[in-house]
């Protein structure tokens, strides 16, 4: 298998471990609250690094200190757990918060490439680009909409 068909494989592996992380964190805000639903995944999430640290004593990528913006990656992984726990026990549900959260996140995307933001280089999106866009948002409504029965 070439890399790329590896790495294509291990970005839909991660959608689906993405859509069991929501689903338990929301199963956890509906037990307890929003901020027990993102505190207990990150608890888990920092145990689990410092074993993996442990274990496979990675060398460090660089000699080079992150930008600084580069820490914020916790704070909106916090707030992406919590306003994902409240949307998946919505009228949402599980497909809906993905379906929405994949539309946020590829509109964020193209104005990151567009600006080169954080350190990315510019990009200018592609019309097919914009073209997924559409179909995304189409099918996120398709499900939303009429995908109750």
């Known amino acids: 298998m070439d890399s790329r068909a590896l790495h294509i494989l291990a970005a839909f592996g991660t959608g689906g471990l993405l859509s069991l992380m929501v689903l338990f964190n929301g199963t956890l805000a509906a037990y307890g609250s929003l901020l027990f639903a993102s505190w207990v995944p990150h608890a888990t999430g920092t145990i689990a690094a410092l074993v993996f ?13 992150p930008p600084l913006w580069a820490y914020l990656g916790g704070l909106s992984g916090a707030l992406t757990v919590m306003l994902t726990s409240a949307t998946v026990n919505s009228a949402l549900a599980l497909s809906g918060t993905i379906a929405i959260g994949l539309a946020g996140q590829v509109v964020f995307s193209l104005i990151v490439d ?6 990315m280089p510019k990009r ?7 073209i997924a866009l559409a ?11 009429f995908g109750r029965g």
């Open 124 to 130: 200018m999106p592609a019309r097919t680009d914009w």
């Open 135 to 145: 179909l995304i948002i189409a099918g996120s409504l398709i499900l939303i909409l």
């Open 53 to 65: 640290l442990a274990i496979l004593r990675p060398k460090k990528a660089s000699g080079t200190a």
């Open 114 to 119: 567009l600006r080169g933001m954080f350190g």
